[in-house]
């Protein structure tokens, strides 16, 4: 183990140019994390291929340190929001109200300034590290944020063989309101009591009773679940294949470098087949299943397609006279053809008007979030 720290302190301090001892302390803090994941993983030990899964293991860590490195600190920071922010964003909303796009975004910032002190604690128990430690050098604050995206990314056991991601169970229980002491030691308070004597009965039904109140409400799930399954069919329609087996993986937070590994592909090729799989999510969300998929996000019409009141009008302003006046039809709830007869429009330019129409909306929240 010592060599392999000593090789991956060498390969940071190259890639840096870091100070050698804060290198060291990096490596030998990732090299922990990978053999303790080894050894905890039943999958890992059962495989018959330890050395080989550590040095995967390993390898991700690295070049995941490596990018938020390299993209330094204000850079990272804002794509380590991005990420998070994607992933909380249909869970953060204050229940039994509507909330605009701008007050769900203020309620996410809320929420991940807790998250983000939740995980620091995380990593610095996790690595023995004292309670003052804080990332100083560029390199350090690099590890945490990496750290902080595995750490939102755990999936954890619930009831009924059902497992979600860490971050998702927060923000559930975030926006209701749940008592903190209530969701902590969520891996322990879902095993089966006997596994855990030291904790007390009481506690682990309360635990228990609220993860089950923190699920996701059935209607939203199911409306999640029908996303995947049309995304699916719609890919298969479209004979990508290679893309469904890519999504699958993908809806499993399976590293790149495992997913490289399953589908056989070179870095390049699961590159490329990433840039496909971008591409017809793209066409599903604004244009084939632009519906379902706006409903999804609460982005549809009847909210202004998710834009506050200053970022419709500016909307707005951007379209051209036929662009307006498509929007006003659609509002109507016209359908396609009455809406292509009044315009004298053919068929397919509706759909691309109505297709780029959305790329604008989508535009304009996107910068809004950045």
């Given at each position: 183990m010592?060599?392999?720290?000593?090789?991956?302190?060498?390969?940071l301090?190259?890639e840096t140019n870091?100070?050698?001892?804060?290198?060291?302390?990096?490596a030998?803090?990732l090299?922990?994390?990978?053999q303790?994941?080894c050894?905890?993983?039943?999958?890992?030990q059962?495989?018959?291929?330890?050395?080989a899964?550590?040095?995967?293991l390993?390898?991700?860590?690295?070049?995941?340190?490596?990018?938020?490195?390299?993209?330094?600190?204000r850079q990272g920071?804002?794509?380590?929001?991005?990420l998070l922010?994607?992933?909380?964003?249909?869970?953060?909303?204050p229940?039994g109200?509507?909330?605009?796009?701008?007050?769900?975004l203020?309620?996410?910032?809320d929420?991940?300034?807790?998250?983000?002190?939740?995980?620091?604690?995380?990593?610095?128990r996790e690595?023995?590290?004292?309670?003052?430690?804080?990332?100083?050098?560029?390199l350090?604050?690099?590890?945490?944020?990496?750290?902080?995206e595995?750490?939102?990314?755990?999936?954890?056991r619930?009831?009924?063989?059902?497992?979600q991601?860490l971050?998702?169970?927060?923000a559930q229980?975030?926006t209701?309101?749940?008592p903190l002491e209530?969701i902590?030691?969520?891996e322990?308070?879902?095993?089966?009591?006997?596994?855990?004597?030291?904790?007390?009965d009481?506690?682990?039904r309360?635990?228990r009773?609220?993860?089950r109140?923190a699920?996701?409400?059935a209607a939203?799930?199911?409306?999640h679940d029908?996303?995947v399954k049309?995304?699916?069919?719609?890919l298969?329609?479209?004979?990508r294949?290679?893309?469904?087996?890519?999504?699958?993986l993908?809806?499993?937070?399976l590293?790149t470098?495992?997913?490289?590994?399953i589908l056989?592909?070179?870095?390049?090729?699961?590159?490329?087949?990433q840039?496909r799989?971008?591409?017809?999510?793209?066409r599903?969300?604004?244009?084939?299943?632009w519906?379902?998929?706006h409903?999804?996000?609460?982005a549809?019409?009847?909210?202004?397609?998710?834009?506050?009141?200053?970022?419709?009008?500016?909307?707005?302003?951007?379209l051209?006279?036929?662009?307006q006046?498509?929007?006003?039809?659609?509002?109507?709830?016209q359908s396609?053809a009455?809406?292509?007869?009044t315009l004298?429009?053919?068929?397919?330019k509706?759909r691309?008007?109505?297709?780029?129409?959305?790329?604008?909306?989508?535009?304009?929240?996107?910068?809004?979030?950045?």
């Amino acid at each position: 183990m010592d060599r392999l720290i000593e090789e991956l302190a060498a390969q940071l301090q190259q890639e840096t140019n870091t100070n050698p001892q804060i290198c060291h302390q990096v490596a030998k803090r990732l090299m922990e994390e990978v053999q303790r994941i080894c050894q905890e993983s039943p999958h890992i030990q059962t495989s018959g291929e330890i050395d080989a899964w550590g040095r995967t293991l390993m390898e991700h860590r690295r070049k995941q340190c490596l990018r938020y490195y390299q993209l330094g600190s204000r850079q990272g920071r804002g794509e380590l929001q991005s990420l998070l922010s994607a992933i909380v964003y249909q869970y953060l909303k204050p229940p039994g109200q509507p909330s605009s796009y701008q007050q769900r975004l203020l309620l996410i910032e809320d929420f991940l300034q807790g998250f983000y002190l939740e995980a620091l604690n995380a990593f610095r128990r996790e690595t023995q590290l004292d309670g003052g430690y804080q990332p100083r050098s560029r390199l350090e604050l690099a590890e945490y944020m990496a750290f902080c995206e595995r750490y939102a990314k755990r999936r954890i056991r619930l009831p009924q063989q059902r497992s979600q991601q860490l971050i998702i169970l927060r923000a559930q229980a975030f926006t209701r309101r749940t008592p903190l002491e209530w969701i902590t030691d969520l891996e322990a308070a879902t095993e089966p009591t006997d596994t855990n004597p030291d904790r007390p009965d009481p506690v682990i039904r309360q635990i228990r009773a609220a993860l089950r109140q923190a699920e996701t409400p059935a209607a939203e799930h199911s409306l999640h679940d029908t996303i995947v399954k049309t995304l699916i069919q719609y890919l298969q329609q479209q004979g990508r294949q290679d893309c469904v087996d890519y999504f699958i993986l993908r809806l499993q937070d399976l590293p790149t470098a495992e997913i490289e590994a399953i589908l056989k592909l070179t870095p390049r090729q699961r590159d490329y087949l990433q840039q496909r799989f971008k591409y017809h999510l793209i066409r599903f969300a604004l244009s084939h299943q632009w519906e379902l998929v706006h409903d999804w996000l609460e982005a549809d019409l009847e909210h202004n397609l998710g834009l506050t009141a200053g970022e419709w009008q500016r909307f707005k302003q951007r379209l051209e006279p036929g662009q307006q006046q498509l929007l006003t039809l659609k509002q109507r709830g016209q359908s396609w053809a009455a809406i292509a007869k009044t315009l004298t429009w053919t068929p397919t330019k509706t759909r691309k008007q109505w297709f780029r129409l959305l790329e604008i909306a989508w535009e304009i929240r996107n910068r809004s979030v950045s």
